[in-house]
Every structure is written in C-alpha cells, then in structure tokens.
T-cell receptor, first 117, second 109 residues
Framework: GAVVSQHPSRVICKSGTSVKIECRSL??????MFWYRQFPKKSLMLMAT?????????EQGVEKDKFLINHASLTLSTLTVTSAHPEDSSFYIC?????????????FGPGTRLTVL | GQNIDQPTEMTATEGAIVQINCTYQ??????LFWYQQHAGEAPTFLSY??LDGLEEKGRFSSFLSRSKGYSYLLLKELQMKDSASYLC??????????WGAGTKLIIKP
C-alpha cells in the first residue's frame, strides 16, 4: 500500500482568508493525486485530479479559481482554498493510486477538517 | 446519471452478523469497492469485486451481482471497533470512483 499524509489535520480560519492544504505521498512517487471533499453524512465528492507538472483536471461544478491545485513534485500536491467562506467548511481528503493493484485501489490521506468562521 | 444507493444507518449487536447492501448505476463498470471510514478519519480499503460472486476476507465478505447492479458487505462476529461508516464505491468506464453516502453502522453491546 501507499502511505499518504496531509497537513494540517485541522484548520480554523476567518471568512475571506486563504488556506493551503498539503498532501504528501511518503513512500512512492505519485504522478496523479485526487482531491475529495466530504460534507457531514454525505458521500465523498471528487473535486479534481492533480497531475504532476501539468494543470489539474477539475470536476464539473468545482471552481478552478477558488480551489487552486499545484502538483509541483512527485510527492506533493497542494490545495489552496482562496477567499474561504463558511460554506467551504468541510473535510478535505486526498488520495493516490500507486498502481500496485489491477483495480486502481486508492489510498487516502488522513484528511483535513476546515472550518471557516 | 450515475448513482449509488446504500442505507443511511444500521444497528447491530456485538457478536452478530450484519449485511450492508449497495445498489449502483454507472456508465460502464470496472468494479465495486467497499471502504471503512471511522468518524473524522480517511477511508480505508476493505474489498474489491469485479466478477460475480462472494469474496471472503476474514470476518468481512463482499458479494457482487453485475446483472442486478448490486453488492453487499457482510460483517461477521461483530466487534465494537466495527462501528464506523461503510462506503460503497463503483468504478465507472473511466475508472473514476462514484461514491455512496455511506452506511453508518452502530454496534451495541
């Protein structure tokens, strides 16, 4: 399996500020990482696919200018929530697919709980 | 459209057996995943089925019927630590995971 870390685990910020969340693949080089958002008692929603060295692929309805993704290296992808608002409060999780299995098993980071006041 | 349905919440007794059902509709199909998610934590992989039938892995088993668009996760000899949400996810033709909202399983002593 793959070991994935996220930082920070929790963040509280004021409305209008920007928050950066880091996702690191600790034991393998990830050309692709996935960013999800999960509201309480709701399913995981894929926000975007982060591609090393190129632009991220965003899902329909996800604002590219609000959720900035940078995948500058094979072990790090960052998600920046710009001008955060209370409705952005959610659980943000990243995942990687190391390609070890034939069925695209994803390994998840521990998640980041964002609360916007 | 693509859709995953699973019960919102289930309750079971320690030591008993529980079956969590999942139905799916996707554009193409490349397998069905079950993940366990404890509150405030990331999901962890439990099982994967792509062919019809039952896959057994210790106390957990997963079943798939492709013709019916149906899967279930069977948990035996329930332990208190099994209290968690169980997420069903189907892989579509693009290998993108379509997630269910999860079934919160409550284990009572």
């Amino acid at each position: 399996g793959a070991v994935v870390s996220q930082h920070p685990s929790r963040v509280i910020c004021k409305s209008g500020t920007s928050v950066k969340i880091e996702c690191r693949s600790l034991d393998f080089q990830a050309t692709t990482m996935f960013w999800y958002r999960q509201f309480p008692k709701k399913s995981l929603m894929l926000m975007a696919t982060s591609n090393e060295g190129s632009k991220a692929t965003y899902e329909q309805g996800v604002e590219k200018d609000k959720f900035l993704i940078n995948h500058a290296s094979l072990t790090l992808s960052t998600l920046t929530v710009t001008s955060a608002h209370p409705e952005d409060s959610s659980f943000y999780i990243c995942s990687v697919d190391p390609g070890e299995s034939s069925y695209n098993e994803q390994f998840f980071g521990p998640g980041t709980r964002l609360t916007v006041l | 459209g693509q859709n995953i349905d699973q019960p919102t919440e289930m309750t079971a007794t320690e030591g008993a057996i529980v079956q969590i059902n999942c139905t799916y509709q996707t554009s193409g199909f490349n397998g069905l995943f079950w993940y366990q998610q404890h509150a405030g934590e990331a999901p962890t992989f439990l099982s994967y089925n792509v062919l019809d039938g039952l896959e057994e892995k210790g106390r957990f088993s997963s079943f798939l019927s492709r013709s019916k668009g149906y899967s279930y996760l069977l948990l035996k000899e329930l332990q208190m630590k099994d209290s968690a949400s169980y997420l069903c996810a189907a892989s579509d033709s693009n290998y993108q995971l379509i997630w269910g909202a999860g079934t919160k399983l409550i284990i009572k002593p």
